[in-house]
């Protein structure tokens, strides 16, 4: 056989392999016996073998792994991989169900998908022209760990797709292992002497971070794909049509038990018969996901700061065990309030060991009437956070013995309030060492100031030596001050203080979040900084001024009025100015030309995209909402615009054309 045979053949190979494999694999429907799978492939080795040049990263021979790593890369997602709002409760459920109508303004049922919730570990596939080029972990949502090698050794993960498909594709998916699979598994390392694995789920994490992608390759690791970040080509109108797509390219999907529900009181019934199922079922599950089917609606619902509006995780019930409280001890977080932990005799919950649970707040002791010595039945709530549900006062002996509500703090000394309307005691002192401890790693976390390098060692050391005293002294940090910390060299000692020297320049919304401020997380000082503009701005805002931006309620407005009102943390602000730290003004302001007013763009926008317009709202000051109400003031209609459109009419909302609205910023703007 010359070269030319051989391209011919190792290519006619390479396509039938492939399509055995999407066929055995995704779709668990083999046409041919193991031992004719195992010929071809033997004759597709025997080839690359005589021709080592035939052999490209996406041959079926090349998932025997690579080289090991010295560790692994991150990656950034090009769309966030959004975590999931929980529901507990078909109340939790039902409320679900009337914020998505509330915010499509709609009363007709919605009809929604509903898949397995995998125990597994999430990750993304990203394929360029059909082939896999990348795979990531979730990460933090952002940030994953770059694990291609580890990916493409698992057989139902396709290194070249079906065509035709997209250009380019970023498929997301879980990797799980099976009851059966992990089980041998086990069995086999128990015999080996080997540690064995708690659950197929760590057992999961655990093989996909492997540095040796041989070992990843032993592991029997399969994925079910369930979603996109990106995606160039057209796409069907809904997430069930997408499902069947991903079959199509040769993704494998649990697409045999996803089934559509129309309106939540289906849904229910999905749910029911699903638990019912549970301990059936080949591989582990822990609720089920539920999913907004329409694609448009999905986009016009969109997000929050870390959860999407169209989706939720509907979670089992937890599986519990009873245990000891050995002690109970107290915590001081970051804004002073003082909890109850319980340190627990070890048990296993769900296949992790727990010795610790939440008990919250005095209100939950005396409502669970639970002593230091108690028995007390735990479980994982969510199938995750370990918490104290019941107490076996049948089993008291009598030597159990109360934690009343602390007059002192625990880490400093200080008197103790219990703010009216609130459930927790709080520390009262302004330099309390725990709570400055999470303060300062509340600062530097990469959704505020972003200072690389800080974390617990540093911090630690920081405190240890009296270097802080608040955040402010952060910038008053010398290279003498940190040579003064275990093995700190020159070159640490510099990078950190470039790190926080870098950091003078955040924008607003991150140096707000930054702050602590209670009740302003990530996503309320976006909604401030765009809104206001400036923390000058923002430190002057009343009461009242502040409840007129649209999410911002009363909690928020005197947590913000009250922060801005107190001496020390105003010394502190000018502290942090004086020493250089100046946030960057955000863009979108209020009291622009269109404040006040909301804008609804509906129908095939072709003079701007939809977020272009949305954009140029906000930054002059008004608001773009996803749904009609009496509350709009216009709906900008593009070409085959819909409901919306007949919803303006029906309410008598003016109703603009493209260029009418670029008229009116034109105007606006003064242009």
């Given at each position: 056989?010359?070269?030319?045979?051989?391209?011919?053949?190792?290519?006619?190979?390479?396509?039938?392999?492939?399509?055995?494999?999407?066929?055995?694999?995704?779709?668990?429907?083999?046409?041919?016996?193991?031992?004719?799978?195992?010929?071809?492939?033997?004759?597709?080795?025997?080839?690359?073998?005589?021709?080592?040049?035939?052999?490209?990263?996406?041959?079926?021979?090349?998932?025997?792994?690579?080289?090991?790593?010295?560790?692994?890369?991150?990656?950034?997602?090009?769309?966030?991989?959004?975590?999931?709002?929980?529901?507990?409760?078909?109340?939790?459920?039902?409320?679900?169900?009337?914020?998505?109508?509330?915010?499509?303004?709609?009363?007709?049922?919605?009809?929604?998908?509903?898949?397995?919730?995998?125990?597994?570990?999430?990750?993304?596939?990203?394929?360029?022209?059909?082939?896999?080029?990348?795979?990531?972990?979730?990460?933090?949502?952002?940030?994953?760990?770059?694990?291609?090698?580890?990916?493409?050794?698992?057989?139902?993960?396709?290194?070249?797709?079906?065509?035709?498909?997209?250009?380019?594709?970023?498929?997301?998916?879980?990797?799980?292992?099976?009851?059966?699979?992990?089980?041998?598994?086990?069995?086999?390392?128990?015999?080996?002497?080997?540690?064995?694995?708690?659950?197929?789920?760590?057992?999961?994490?655990?093989?996909?971070?492997?540095?040796?992608?041989?070992?990843?390759?032993?592991?029997?690791?399969?994925?079910?794909?369930?979603?996109?970040?990106?995606?160039?080509?057209?796409?069907?109108?809904?997430?069930?049509?997408?499902?069947?797509?991903?079959?199509?390219?040769?993704?494998?999907?649990?697409?045999?038990?996803?089934?559509?529900?129309?309106?939540?009181?289906?849904?229910?019934?999905?749910?029911?018969?699903?638990?019912?199922?549970?301990?059936?079922?080949?591989?582990?599950?822990?609720?089920?996901?539920?999913?907004?089917?329409?694609?448009?609606?999905?986009?016009?619902?969109?997000?929050?700061?870390?959860?999407?509006?169209?989706?939720?995780a509907y979670k089992f019930p937890p599986r519990q065990a009873e245990t000891l409280i050995e002690d109970i001890?107290?915590?001081?977080?970051?804004?002073?309030?003082?909890?109850?932990?319980?340190?627990?005799?070890?048990?296993?919950?769900?296949?992790?060991?727990?010795?610790?649970?939440?008990?919250?707040?005095?209100?939950?002791?005396?409502?669970?009437?639970?002593?230091?010595?108690?028995?007390?039945?735990?479980?994982?709530?969510?199938?995750?956070?370990?918490?104290?549900?019941?107490?076996?006062?049948?089993?008291?002996?009598?030597?159990?013995?109360?934690?009343?509500?602390?007059?002192?703090?625990?880490?400093?000394?200080?008197?103790?309030?219990?703010?009216?309307?609130?459930?927790?005691?709080?520390?009262?002192?302004?330099?309390?060492?725990?709570?400055?401890?999470?303060?300062?790693?509340?600062?530097?976390?990469?959704?505020?100031?972003?200072?690389?390098?800080?974390?617990?060692?540093?911090?630690?050391?920081?405190?240890?030596?009296?270097?802080?005293?608040?955040?402010?002294?952060?910038?008053?940090?010398?290279?003498?001050?940190?040579?003064?910390?275990?093995?700190?060299?020159?070159?640490?000692?510099?990078?950190?203080?470039?790190?926080?020297?870098?950091?003078?320049?955040?924008?607003?919304?991150?140096?707000?979040?930054?702050?602590?401020?209670?009740?302003?997380?990530?996503?309320?000082?976006?909604?401030?900084?765009?809104?206001?503009?400036?923390?000058?701005?923002?430190?002057?805002?009343?009461?009242?001024?502040?409840?007129?931006?649209?999410?911002?309620?009363?909690?928020?407005?005197?947590?913000?009025?009250?922060?801005?009102?107190?001496?020390?943390?105003?010394?502190?602000?000018?502290?942090?100015?004086?020493?250089?730290?100046?946030?960057?003004?955000?863009?979108?302001?209020?009291?622009?030309?269109?404040?006040?007013?909301?804008?609804?763009?509906?129908?095939?926008?072709?003079?701007?995209?939809?977020?272009?317009?949305?954009?140029?709202?906000?930054?002059?000051?008004?608001?773009?909402?996803?749904?009609?109400?009496?509350?709009?003031?216009?709906?900008?209609?593009?070409?085959?615009?819909?409901?919306?459109?007949?919803?303006?009419r029906e309410l008598g909302v003016p109703v603009l054309t493209e260029e009418e609205f670029l008229e009116q910023?034109?105007?606006?703007?003064?242009?």
């Amino acid at each position: 056989m010359d070269q030319r045979q051989a391209l011919a053949r190792h290519g006619e190979l390479s396509r039938i392999i492939r399509h055995h494999n999407t066929l055995y694999h995704v779709l668990d429907r083999p046409e041919i016996s193991d031992s004719e799978y195992d010929r071809l492939f033997k004759e597709l080795l025997e080839l690359e073998e005589q021709f080592p040049e035939l052999i490209s990263p996406d041959s079926p021979s090349q998932r025997v792994g690579a080289p090991p790593l010295e560790k692994f890369d991150s990656v950034r997602h090009s769309l966030p991989m959004l975590s999931l709002e929980n529901a507990f409760s078909d109340q939790d459920m039902e409320d679900f169900d009337g914020r998505v109508k509330r915010f499509l303004a709609t009363d007709e049922s919605i009809e929604y998908v509903c898949e397995m919730k995998m125990d597994g570990v999430a990750v993304e596939l990203v394929y360029e022209n059909g082939r896999l080029i990348a795979g990531s972990t979730r990460g933090d949502g952002t940030t994953g760990e770059k694990i291609t090698e580890n990916l493409k050794t698992i057989p139902s993960i396709p290194l070249v797709l079906n065509e035709p498909c997209p250009a380019l594709l970023e498929v997301r998916g879980e990797v799980f292992m099976a009851l059966e699979d992990f089980q041998a598994m086990n069995r086999a390392r128990e015999e080996d002497g080997q540690p064995t694995f708690a659950n197929p789920r760590n057992a999961t994490a655990g093989s996909l971070r492997q540095l040796d992608s041989s070992i990843t390759r032993r592991r029997p690791l399969q994925i079910f794909c369930y979603g996109v970040g990106l995606i160039e080509g057209e796409q069907p109108p809904t997430h069930f049509g997408l499902l069947r797509k991903f079959q199509d390219w040769g993704l494998r999907t649990n697409l045999r038990e996803t089934v559509t529900a129309r309106g939540i009181g289906d849904v229910l019934a999905r749910y029911a018969d699903l638990m019912a199922r549970r301990d059936q079922l080949p591989y582990e599950i822990d609720g089920m996901v539920v999913k907004v089917n329409d694609l448009s609606l999905q986009k016009e619902l969109g997000e929050k700061t870390r959860t999407p509006r169209w989706a939720i995780a509907y979670k089992f019930p937890p599986r519990q065990a009873e245990t000891l409280i050995e002690d109970i001890q107290l915590q001081v977080g970051r804004t002073g309030a003082i909890t109850p932990v319980a340190h627990l005799k070890p048990v296993e919950v769900s296949g992790v060991i727990v010795s610790r649970a939440s008990l919250h707040n005095w209100d939950e002791i005396a409502r669970l009437d639970v002593r230091v010595g108690d028995w007390v039945v735990v479980e994982r709530a969510g199938d995750v956070i370990p918490d104290v549900v019941r107490v076996l006062t049948e089993r008291r002996t009598g030597q159990e013995r109360l934690v009343p509500i602390p007059e002192r703090c625990p880490a400093c000394g200080a008197p103790v309030v219990k703010i009216e309307g609130e459930v927790v005691p709080r520390c009262q002192g302004l330099s309390c060492p725990a709570q400055l401890k999470e303060s300062l790693k509340h600062f530097a976390r990469r959704a505020g100031m972003d200072i690389d390098g800080l974390g617990d060692r540093y911090i630690d050391q920081l405190l240890q030596l009296g270097l802080v005293g608040n955040v402010a002294d952060l910038y008053r940090l010398t290279k003498e001050d940190l040579f003064r910390f275990e093995r700190m060299g020159d070159k640490l000692a510099e990078n950190l203080l470039a790190a926080i020297e870098g950091s003078k320049r955040r924008p607003l919304s991150r140096f707000l979040n930054a702050l602590g401020i209670r009740h302003v997380g990530e996503h309320m000082a976006k909604v401030l900084a765009r809104q206001l503009g400036s923390l000058d701005a923002l430190s002057q805002a009343t009461h009242e001024e502040l409840l007129a931006i649209h999410e911002v309620g009363p909690q928020v407005a005197s947590s913000v009025t009250g922060f801005f009102a107190s001496a020390e943390n105003r010394k502190i602000l000018a502290d942090l100015k004086t020493l250089g730290v100046a946030p960057e003004t955000e863009e979108r302001r209020a009291g622009g030309p269109f404040s006040g007013k909301t804008f609804v763009f509906t129908g095939a926008l072709t003079l701007f995209s939809r977020k272009e317009a949305q954009d140029l709202v906000e930054k002059l000051g008004g608001r773009a909402s996803g749904s009609v109400s009496r509350k709009t003031d216009y709906v900008v209609a593009g070409e085959e615009a819909g409901s919306k459109l007949a919803k303006a009419r029906e309410l008598g909302v003016p109703v603009l054309t493209e260029e009418e609205f670029l008229e009116q910023v034109r105007n606006e703007e003064g242009v």
